[in-house]
């Protein structure tokens, strides 16, 4: 198992920034892809920003240029920091480790953390 503990949000005004956390303990090995989803009141979970154990990245089209997703594997964390931060940035906001393991893909979610950016 891996255990996922999302950090780092709140509430902001648009225009400012925030950097989420994502720590991971446990069974950390063949991890393939790490990633920060969200979802916002009534709409589905959608892909923010996702990071291969490459470190390629993706973005959706609506945080490029804003946000940037980061690893520091000496300490099992991703991170995710978000600059000019929009209203509809609003949302909770969810770590995903996937590993592939006897040809297996295993999705790991941690809680999630509210982030709130106010008009």
């Known amino acids: 198992q891996v255990q996922l503990v999302e950090s780092g949000g709140g509430l902001v005004q648009a225009g400012g920034s925030l950097r989420l956390s994502c720590a991971a303990s446990?069974?950390?090995?063949?991890?393939?892809?790490m990633g920060w989803y969200r979802q916002a009141p009534g709409k589905q979970r959608e892909l923010v920003a996702g990071?291969?154990?490459?470190?390629?990245?993706n973005y959706a089209a609506s945080v490029k240029g804003r946000f940037t997703i980061s690893g520091d594997n000496a300490k099992n964390t991703v991170y995710l920091q978000m600059n000019s931060l929009e209203p509809e940035d609003t949302g909770v906001y969810y770590c995903?480790?996937?590993?592939?393991?006897?040809?297996?893909?295993?999705?790991?979610w941690g809680r999630g953390t509210q982030v709130t950016v106010s008009s």
């Open positions: 995903k480790y996937s590993a592939i393991r006897g040809g297996i893909r295993y999705d790991y």
């Open positions: 446990g069974r950390i090995f063949s991890i393939s892809a």
């Open positions: 990071m291969t154990s490459g470190d390629s990245t």
